[in-house]
């Protein structure tokens, strides 16, 4: 069974910074696209930043120069550098990946969340 496990997120100040993690386990045969969406309250779902495979990276507009994302394929990991934070950051922070147990078609597969909060 695939999971997809996130941690890092918590209360920070504005102008703080954070660093979520998301570590995926399973049978897993092939990692494809992974990436960070968050949804805040009342609000829908939205991309924040993915990464390929190969290293192709792509924000969202409201946090390009200050997240970064970054994946190990040997651990299975996508990072998320979050610097300059701002209060409309706050969110739940969801993990997703591409993923193939059988070596054929990628499925897309969802962590819990984990909530970030900037708040003075």
């Known amino acids: 069974q695939v999971q997809l496990v996130e941690s890092g997120g918590g209360l920070v100040q504005p102008g703080g910074s954070l660093r979520l993690s998301c570590v995926a386990s399973g049978s897993i045969r092939i990692i494809g696209t992974m990436g960070w969406y968050r949804q805040a309250p009342e609000k829908q779902r939205e991309l924040v930043a993915t990464?390929?495979?190969?290293?192709?990276?792509n924000y969202a507009d409201s946090v390009k120069g200050r997240f970064t994302i970054s994946r190990d394929n040997a651990k299975k990991t996508v990072f998320l550098q979050m610097n300059s934070l701002k209060p409309a950051d706050t969110a739940v922070y969801y993990c997703?990946?591409?993923?193939?147990?059988?070596?054929?078609?990628?499925?897309?597969?969802w962590g819990q969340g984990t909530q970030v909060t900037v708040s003075s």
């Open positions: 997703n990946a591409d993923l193939s147990t059988t070596g054929w078609a990628l499925k897309a597969y």
């Open positions: 990464i390929t495979s190969g290293g192709v990276t």
